[in-house]
């Protein structure tokens, strides 16, 4: 059953198979803890953004109608995405690196809708509404970018993965779930990252999925902008985090020019990167972008491009250079002399012309596999795909005659024609047969009692992608993650604390009432000795309201807590120093 959500124009034309991953944004679901959390790094941000951002990135928190002291409503923020072409939906986390392309490719943003933990202010493994809403969002506004986003998210979902790719896929969600979750045991995290560090180290040749994903890391995620001695910073990883966005800008973290080098580069989601890649301008993306599309099988075709899909064990489609398109899962090629001479599929099968299923060849008539030679008749020049009428008839390809067509690589089709399908080009682009023999040497590859034989028409195989060519040839709503993010318990003590967050919330936004400030404060001090950001809140308050011996309570409280616990001393200051440069201002 699919989710139930606020939809729009551009969500209503996205496939059902990636609908499947929308959940709602229950916004209730944000506690006032949620709300300071995103405010404290939203007010940090902008504050150091402004300075070491990119020019876009304060623009488009305008133009994305992102504010600093509240989560986004995301329907709220659809309205405003229409007008730049954009639209969001909300998701549970990681999905597939494939699906999450293919959002990009129908210009939709995928945020992951959850929100950190005050534990992790920082940074977390875990997509989170953040990264996502404050990280990738405002970028978008800037057209040259945006449709860098655009391509790339057309390009990467035709990426062939690894069978490996997708387990390291499930590894990293389950990682980025326990380190994000509220107590999860050290032994289970550990193994989480043993797990992710084995398979990082054992994924054998790169597929083009783990390329490409190296590619949208360096750019979309880790990006930097400008000179290399000088950059700015476009990257959502870094827009999103208070630390890293820092970090990145000091000679600890190398500086190299962008290049389609990136490709090889690999990364670990779980600490600070070592180094970062600078490009000159946004239209540079594009350009390393089609660089590395040139080396895909979506481009390159042949022989390799079907190994490739065989490799991933999954759904894939092969274009033929007559444009018949072939989807299903492919599982074994007769190859001669470095070219595919035979290809075939096992299980439901399709096929296409310009990504429409032919009528009368989907699944259910391919439903065992399906089989064909590719190339030309032994001894002659001309491919069938290239004859006319009348070389055709001499050729005995003509309808209702018993042919035996010998191909290169010994491959013989004997059998009677029923019927041929054109392109709009008027090439032959399939021949059906009865009565059919089709053999490789001595081995049979089918036999009349099967029933009708289709053979596809191409002298050679130009592409290969991942996917189908018709998303609507195959069920494709199967995701089932196998991990759930997990929500925060609630103990009594942390709705006491959640009370308190509230009660500043309604004060600084003139809700006041009944309610006193000194009274939250104390409470806070007395039940909930640990806690940081309320105090900075509060002070903040103070600060508005010229009240100088208050503030030097809570500010005593809070040198005491970073005596404590020094681990969030920077954080307390980080907090403090926006405040008073904001008042000196």
Same mark, same amino acid.
């Given at each position: ?24 944004? #229950? ?110 969002? $405002? ?111 000091? #000679? ?51 022989? =390799? ?17 007559? /444009?018949?398109?072939? =989807? ?46 590719? /190339? ?77 034989? #289709? ?12 996917? $189908? ?11 089932? $993650? ?27 936004? /003139? ?36 009240? $100088? ?37």
């Amino acid at each position: 059953m699919e989710a139930q959500f606020e939809s729009n124009p551009l969500i209503d034309r996205l496939p059902r198979h990636l609908k499947q991953f929308i959940k709602p944004q #229950d916004y209730n679901d944000y506690s006032p803890i949620n709300q300071a959390v995103w405010r404290y790094v939203m007010r940090k941000n902008v504050d150091y953004l402004s300075k070491v951002a990119h020019e876009s990135y304060l623009d488009g928190l305008k133009k994305t109608g992102l504010k600093v002291d509240s989560i986004p409503d995301m329907y709220g923020m659809n309205r405003i995405l229409k007008d730049i072409g954009w639209a969001a939906v909300a998701v549970d986390g990681f999905i597939p690196p494939n699906a999450f392309m293919e959002f990009q490719a129908y210009n939709v943003l995928v945020i992951a809708s959850d929100i950190r933990q005050l534990e992790h202010i920082e940074y977390t493994p875990a997509p989170d509404i953040i990264h996502e809403g404050a990280g990738h969002a $405002p970028i978008i506004a800037n057209p040259e970018y945006a449709e860098y986003l655009r391509r790339f998210g057309e390009i990467g979902c035709k990426a062939i993965s690894s069978g490996r790719d997708y387990e390291l896929y499930e590894a990293v969600r389950l990682l980025s779930i326990v380190k994000e979750a509220e107590g999860t045991p050290k032994e289970e995290i550990e193994a989480a990252e043993k797990q992710v560090d084995f398979l990082q180290k054992n994924m054998g040749v790169p597929s083009e999925m783990a390329q490409i994903r190296n590619l949208h890391w360096w750019t979309v995620e880790y990006g930097l902008i400008g000179e290399v001695e000088n950059p700015k910073i476009y990257g959502a990883g870094l827009l999103s985090s208070i630390g890293e966005s820092a970090w990145c800008m000091t #000679d600890h973290v190398k500086k190299i020019p962008y290049s389609i080098d990136a490709v090889n580069q690999s990364f670990d989601i779980t600490k600070p990167q070592p180094q970062l890649y600078v490009t000159p301008d946004f239209a540079y993306l594009n350009q390393v972008l089609e660089e590395f599309a040139n080396t895909m099988a979506l481009r390159t075709g042949g022989l =390799s491009s079907l190994k490739k899909l065989i490799q991933s064990k999954a759904i894939g489609t092969i274009e033929l250079s007559t /444009g018949l398109q072939i =989807s299903g899962l492919f599982t074994n090629v007769i190859e001669e002399e470095g070219k595919p001479i035979y290809i075939q599929t096992t299980g439901k099968t399709a096929l296409s012309y310009r990504e429409k299923e032919l009528v009368g060849h989907g699944t259910n008539t391919h439903a065992d596999g399906f089989g064909s030679p590719i /190339g030309k008749l032994k001894g002659i020049n001309l491919a069938i795909e290239d004859m006319s009428p009348r070389d055709l008839r001499a050729y005995n390809i003509y309808e209702t005659e018993a042919v035996t067509l010998e191909f290169e690589g010994n491959i013989t089709v004997s059998g009677e024609i029923i019927t041929g399908s054109r392109n709009l080009q008027g090439e032959i682009i399939l021949i059906s047969f009865k009565n059919c023999t089709v053999t490789h040497n001595d081995t049979v590859l089918f036999q009349p009692e099967w029933g009708i034989y #289709d053979m596809a028409v191409g002298k050679k195989v130009i592409s290969a992608f991942s996917g $189908p060519a018709d998303v609507h040839s195959f069920n494709m709503i199967s995701h089932v $993650p196998s991990s759930h993010t997990i929500k925060a318990t609630k103990s009594e003590e942390r709705f006491e604390l959640e009370n308190l967050y509230q009660q500043v919330r309604h004060i600084r936004e /003139g809700n006041d009432g009944n309610l006193s400030l000194k009274n939250a404060f104390h409470d806070l001090k007395t039940n909930h000795p640990k806690d940081w950001l309320l105090s900075v809140e509060i002070v903040e308050i103070l600060v508005s309201k010229n009240d $100088p011996e208050f503030i030097e309570e809570v500010l005593i409280h809070l040198e005491k807590l970073k005596a404590n616990r020094p681990e969030i001393a920077h954080l307390i200051s980080g907090g403090l120093e926006v405040i008073f440069e904001k008042e000196e201002v």
